[in-house]
């Protein structure tokens, strides 16, 4: 296999093309996992591919909803009738909070479930047996059922940051059947408010406030803005339950509205030791919504059902993370994400394992935190995004040495991770002994889809690896022609198959969710065969010929800031709402720490205006409608936005001023001397950048 790789690489020199300059990160060689880990770890026996290959498929997924404890037993593994809303375990019946919790308690009781340790570094950490837990989530059940006038198949905006109280109103509101929708504790009022209107959400949890770098920031006061954008969505938020982030104290300087605001505190009195049976929900009801960005202007809430995501999470912590309920388990993301639900929440509590919930920065106050924490807990399976490794590698590159903590087991997800970044999260974090995956997925995905095995399969920096046991992926090209692995192409990768994990739709939207997911790919919308359903990830990637697949980033309108997703449309919508603006264009720039972070160019209507005034009111405006992980880098005012000769903005152009890179032929273009005067006022004289550009920022906007 090696050859091959040598050779091809050979070929690759000789011929310089496109995609070549896309994966200009080279073959590396291959890390192989301890004898120590292997031992001990759960998935070991590599028929397990065998196992899960086509040729057993859908019946292979079996055994991950036989990690859990169903109600009713299901009839139909896949049903396909209603193709491409797949249903998994159709006809069965099973309640997430009791899997989660009830079912534990006899061997667990007294075991952690969660370990939650504040950004105040003075404050011990705090443990959550499985058993307070279960008290905790029975009565904020009955707060919610009896206060909240809520029941099975309603929705709930949940708006807060990591605090135990978090999960447990997550619990709460699966023990009823209640589908949540977790905000991001960082996005604005505003978007929280947009987002609750188009779940319909009557009833709003947050908190008063938070520890973040160093702070206590006031957060109800975005519920109030929550409240008010709803309104002007057309839609009544009639609850906001606010949890106190310090018993007995008010972190937050806004009034509590008479009638409508409530103290869960206050309220949880009257409901004190009040036990709530889980409600047996259908496999396909739906667990919650999580919103994400795409290519139009509004989120889209992902819908995730019960069953298949529950059963997909649990198969994943246990195969992928190697997660036995022996360990400690920290992963260093936010609950507000898909990863802190289905890795921090459902999956490890699935498996009664012991979750740390961590509310602050990883640097705060320096860049020994995570690994004082790591010790202080004894954590032993590490979880965290590149981000967070070039940050802490940059602020400290010398502290994990520092301190006595051992690591089995270390995960990366959200972006793709530069081999030398990955090498040092390797040797320095990882002390050498820990395995690493690489994880690639998506919000829409519910769990992994790529990464390697870990007592199987050699780690390669830079790859994410194989497909998960049961997953099928394939690249095209643009015509919907297979790239082979190994032929040195990139392309759009797709899953061939459906899969327990995968969300069940938009919510409200059956229309978009075809179209955006499976239109480009399925050649007859009539078909109930799977096979006729690729699923578009919306990512360009590349294939080795070892199998491997490395990810190149997005291939849409969307930036991946630090791990997350922006549609730059939503960014530039909240531009147009600053009055002076005429046009505005959004386009992702290299950032050494973030991966990418956005940049702005707007034009201006006619008069005269004051140009820094207005790029601060676009800084402004987008920090207000989504919240401060927007924040542009620089706003550009220009002249005008360089167009196609039909009005189009050229996005690709901007995007190339802005990575000192070369614009390319403009001549086309209706006014190619702006460019130039752009070109000049970005770059100045600056030198030109042509080569190890990534694919995703070369082809920004490019038409496809
Ligand atoms: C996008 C999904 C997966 C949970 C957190 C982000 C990028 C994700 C990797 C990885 C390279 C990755 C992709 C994907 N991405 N994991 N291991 N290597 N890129 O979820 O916000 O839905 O973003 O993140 O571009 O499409 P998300």
Redesign the pocket.
């Known amino acids: 296999m090696a050859d091959v790789r040598v050779m091809k690489e050979k070929e690759q020199e000789t011929e310089v093309n496109e995609a070549q300059i896309a994966v200009h990160w080279k073959e590396e060689q291959y890390f192989y996992p301890s004898s120590k880990f292997i031992g001990q770890a759960y998935l070991t026996d590599p028929a397990v591919d065998q196992r899960f290959s086509e040729k057993n498929f859908p019946e292979c997924f079996r055994e991950y909803a036989d990690l859990l404890s169903w109600d009713q037993y299901w009839h139909t593994t896949l049903d396909t009738s209603d193709a491409p809303f797949w249903k998994w375990y159709a006809g069965g019946k099973l309640n997430a909070s009791y899997n989660c919790i009830d079912r534990h308690l006899e061997q667990y009781r007294n075991k952690a479930a969660f370990v939650f340790v504040g950004e105040p570094e003075d404050v011990p950490p705090l443990s959550i047996t499985y058993q307070e837990l279960y008290y905790q989530v029975n009565e904020m059940a009955a707060l919610l059922r009896d206060f909240g006038g809520l029941k099975a198949g309603d929705r709930v905006t949940i708006h807060m940051p990591v605090v135990p109280e978090l999960p447990i109103t997550m619990l709460a509101c699966a023990r009823l059947g209640v589908i949540h929708s977790v905000v991001f504790g960082g996005f604005s009022g505003e978007a929280c408010g947009m987002r609750a209107a188009d779940s319909g959400s009557k009833v709003l949890v947050t908190i008063d406030g938070y520890y973040r770098s160093g702070a206590m920031t006031d957060h109800k006061e975005k519920a109030d803005i929550a409240v008010k954008t709803a309104k002007d969505e057309k839609h009544t938020i009639e609850k906001v339950l606010v949890w106190h982030r310090e018993p007995g104290k008010y972190n937050s300087k806004t009034p509590m509205v008479e009638g409508r605001d409530f103290f869960v505190e206050d309220v949880l009195k009257k409901y004190a030791g009040q036990i709530v049976e889980p409600v047996p929900m259908p496999s396909e009801a739906p667990l919650f919504l999580?919103y994400?960005?795409g290519t139009t202007g509004r989120p889209k809430g992902?819908q995730h059902g019960t069953g298949g995501y529950l059963s997909y999470v649990a198969g994943t912590t246990k195969y992928i993370q190697d997660l036995h309920p022996t360990d400690v388990y920290w992963c260093m993301?936010d609950i507000g994400?898909?990863?802190g639900h289905?890795y921090i929440v459902y999956g490890p509590l699935a498996l009664a394992a012991t979750s740390v919930l961590y509310e602050g920065v990883p640097n705060y106050p320096d860049a020994g935190r995570p690994w004082r924490v790591a010790k202080r807990l004894n954590v032993n399976i590490f979880h965290t995004?590149?981000t967070a490794i070039r940050m802490l590698r940059k602020a400290g590159p010398d502290e994990p040495a520092k301190y006595d903590y051992h690591f089995k087991h270390m995960t990366?997800?959200?972006?793709?991770?530069e081999p030398e970044v990955w090498k040092w999260y390797h040797e320095v974090v990882g002390k050498g002994e820990a395995v690493i995956v690489?994880?690639?997925?998506?919000?829409?995905?519910g769990g992994?889809l790529?990464?390697t095995k870990p007592a199987i399969d050699p780690m390669k920096p830079g790859s994410?690896g194989p497909a998960l046991p049961g997953i099928y992926p394939v690249i095209f090209d643009e015509e919907g022609k297979e790239v082979k692995g190994g032929s040195g192409k990139a392309g759009n990768i797709c899953i061939r198959n459906p899969w327990p994990g995968m969300f069940q739709t938009i919510y409200g939207d059956r229309d978009r969710f075809v179209a955006q997911y499976y239109r480009k790919y399925n050649k007859n919308p009539k078909s109930k065969d799977w096979r006729d359903w690729p699923y578009f990830?919306?990512?360009g990637a590349v294939q080795a010929p070892d199998g491997y697949f490395?990810?190149?980033?997005?291939v849409d309108d969307?930036i991946?800031v630090a791990?997350?997703?922006l549609g730059t449309k939503e960014l530039e919508s909240a531009c147009l709402t600053v009055n002076e603006v005429a046009e505005a264009a959004v386009i992702p720039v290299v950032d050494e720490v973030k991966g990418r972070v956005p940049e702005v160019y707007v034009s201006l209507k006619p008069g005269q205006h004051n140009a820094t005034a207005v790029s601060e009111a676009v800084t402004k405006a987008i920090e207000h409608q989504i919240g401060k992980i927007a924040r542009p880098k620089k706003v550009h005012v220009v002249p005008d936005m360089p167009k196609t000769r039909s009005g189009k903005i050229m996005r690709r152009v901007l995007a190339a001023i802005s990575n000192q890179m070369d614009t390319g032929d403009v001549t086309t273009l209706a006014n190619p001397d702006v460019v130039e005067q752009i070109r000049v006022m970005v770059q100045g004289n600056r030198p030109v950048i042509t080569k190890d550009v990534p694919e995703?920022v070369k082809r920004f906007g490019e038409e496809r």
């Open positions: 999580m994400t960005s992902c993301a994400w898909i990863t289905s995004s590149p990366t997800v959200g972006e793709p991770i690489d994880t690639w997925w998506q919000t829409e995905t992994f790529c990464s994410a990830a919306g990512d490395r990810i190149l980033g997005r969307v991946n791990g997350h997703r995703d």
